[in-house]
């Protein structure tokens, strides 16, 4: 079973603007994570957030973790075409090696030339 | 190498056939995954080694046979699939510890006619 929700499905913006995706759990986490999939392809790992961070920053990429709320959120600025993609958040409920990781349902981000 | 190999990138296989998938990665992980990712939704955990062991098998039907001959390869043996297991099959690895981040391979597009 999935993890969570991720709001919005689908979200289309133009170059040049910001995006968020937000992403909704239910059990304890560990960490959780974003990664990036353009259509068809595999997963890119794009930043990792600990159970006792609330905010980290990867150059345009800013993600923030609220975890009485169980939720995530993923803002992507200064967009551009090439981010154009789906985004999954997926929970660890560990650090070990071989620690299951979970998606949520993911993000369809259009961004317009 | 930072790459997850999984080969071949594309299959069509009937019902009656034997084949198999297959992923490398030199980048020392002891952790691989096999994920199960049917169009528009999220990637699926079906199997987890750990330390060349399987650690998790989140009730994959027996038609799927993992196998793990080395820290560095890991494949899925295929055998008599339904046409609903027509999906595109990613292969991970991680690490584990504060370096959680799992690498995708880009995946085995599986059609079964």
């Known amino acids: 079973s999935q993890q969570g929700e991720e709001d919005p499905q689908a979200l289309s913006i133009q170059e040049g603007e910001n995006a968020t995706m937000n992403c909704s759990y239910k059990t304890s986490i560990n960490n959780l994570q974003w990664y990036r999939q353009n259509s068809g392809r595999g997963l890119v790992h794009l930043i990792l957030i600990r159970s006792n961070e609330r905010e980290k920053h990867s150059g345009r990429l800013r993600v923030t973790l609220d975890t009485s709320k169980k939720s995530s959120s993923l803002l992507i600025t200064a967009s551009r075409a090439a981010d154009t993609a789906s985004y999954f958040c997926a929970t660890a409920g560990g650090e070990t090696s071989g620690s299951r990781l979970t998606f949520g349902e993911g993000t369809q981000l259009t961004v317009n030339p | 190498d930072t790459e997850v190999t999984q080969t071949p990138k594309h299959l069509v296989m009937g019902m009656t056939n034997k084949k198999s998938l297959k992923c490398e990665q030199h980048m020392g992980h002891r952790a691989m995954y096999w994920y199960k990712q049917k169009a528009k939704k999220p990637p699926e955990l079906m199997f987890v080694y750990s330390y060349e062991k399987l650690s998790i098998n989140e009730s994959v039907p027996s038609r799927f046979s993992p196998e793990c001959p080395n820290s560095s390869l890991l494949n899925l043996h295929l055998h008599a699939l339904q046409p609903e297991d027509s999906a595109l099959y990613l292969c991970?690895?991680?690490?584990?510890?504060?370096?959680?981040?799992?690498?995708f391979g880009s995946g085995t597009r599986l059609t079964v006619v």
């Open positions: 991970a690895s991680s690490q584990g510890g504060r370096k959680g981040g799992y690498t």
